[in-house]
């Protein structure tokens, strides 16, 4: 069920290939900004100034498209335990469920690198797909 909800975000909102990319791009600054081993990882607040981020805060200084908040939000909706969203439609990206999820439900780094292992899966896949996900 996880990776179908990924799918149907790629989906709505890819259109080209240059989409994934851009996509895939942004994720990745935001593992940059977090740091490789979780280093500049914090709660508590989006930044402080010092090179330290909580996902929300990483994802808004990579300057993500809303596309790529998306993923990452649909991510963070298929870790949380009793999630049962099926209809992509029916809810959009909101700050505070990412804000949530980084402070109140993360309970350690390896929760929010595995958002990001996830997204990131789903646009490589989705780069390797054979048919065209944006047809």
Known sequence: M???RLSRV???HIESRDDLKRAKKGIG???RLLGKNGQNWMRGRLS???GNFCLLGAINDAHMEHMAKDIV???IQGSIPGSEINDIDCFSPDDSTIYTFNDDIAKE???IREV???AKKAISNAMKSERSIYA
């Open 2 to 4: 996880r990776a179908e």
């Open 10 to 12: 790629l989906r709505k």
């Open 29 to 31: 600054e935001v593992e």
């Open 48 to 50: 402080d100034g010092d």
């Open 73 to 75: 939000f649909s991510a």
């Open 109 to 111: 780094w390896s929760s």
């Open 116 to 118: 990001l292992k996830r």
